[in-house]
């Protein structure tokens, strides 16, 4: 049976890839961003793939008060969803963010505020369903504080507390709760950064995404795995050396 789906933050490449594994399984999709063109072209590409109904709508994450009023049609439409993917981001200025108290508040909010207001409304809805599939891409920058990218980091880790928060209360509803922890990922939002061994293609983390939710994982993610071990170092790190690294 197809499942239903809602993926906020359509437009992102690791979002693509995973969106168009769900296609290629029939299933139905609802996609969510701010570019109403771009949303198109990915919708038209899904039923290509072969997804069954695909929806979209226009959602500027850091409009709150349009939250509300943007999730309340898609529960019309499906009744049930399955999965609520959150995928929408930005990798901050870090010097800039230090300069400018209002982008550092922007690059918060977009980064970590927006996706809490969109899980508390997600959450009730997921609580009254009795099942289904809450998953957000976040990142390991929200493990620990490192001076090129404390900003972003700050609110992936907030986020990440919020979903074991979240996880906790849920459990006893039968949802899962799925904290995505990608490492580094080759798409426009790394385009000037120079690639070495550790990156991973937004594919291969597309399809661990699938796995975990298809496996009914319960946890934080690490993708690739490889980042589970790295970043308990980088965690148990003295923070004596650690405040002398220049990371
Ligand atoms: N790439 C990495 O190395 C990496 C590592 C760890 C975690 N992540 C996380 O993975 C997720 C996906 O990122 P990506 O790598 O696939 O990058 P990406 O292709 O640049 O995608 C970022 C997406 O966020 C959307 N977005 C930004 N601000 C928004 C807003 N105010 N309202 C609605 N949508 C907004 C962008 O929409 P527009 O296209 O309209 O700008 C874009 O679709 C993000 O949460 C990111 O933090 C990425």
Known sequence: MSKNIVIIGATSAIAQATLRLYAESQDNLYLLGRNQEQLE??????????????HTAVLDVNE???????????????????????????????PACEKD???TMTELSTNGISTISLLTLLA?????????????ITSVAGDRGRQSNYVYGAAKGMVSIF????????????VQVLDIKP????TPMTADFKKGALWAKPEQIAKSIVKAIDKKQNKTLYTPLFWMGIMFIIRN????IFKRLKL
């Not at 009730?124 to 957000?136: D, H, L, M, S, T």
């Not at 490492?183 to 080759?186: I, K, M, Q």
Request: hydrophobic fraction near 40%.
């Open 183 to 186: 490492g580094f990922v080759d």
């Open 64 to 94: 709150f008060a349009t939250h509300e009023s943007t999730l309340n049609p898609i529960f019309d439409i499906f009744k049930t969803v399955d999965l609520a993917l959150i995928a929408h981001g930005t990798l901050p200025n870090q």
């Open 124 to 136: 009730n809805r997921f609580e009254q369903q009795q099942k289904g599939c809450i998953a957000v």
């Open 237 to 240: 790190i003295p923070e004596g």
């Open 41 to 54: 072209t990915i919708a038209a590409d899904a039923r290509v793939r072969g997804a069954n109904e695909v």
């Open 163 to 174: 979903l074991q928060g979240l996880r906790n209360r849920l459990y006893d509803h039968k």
């Open 101 to 103: 108290v209002h982008l």
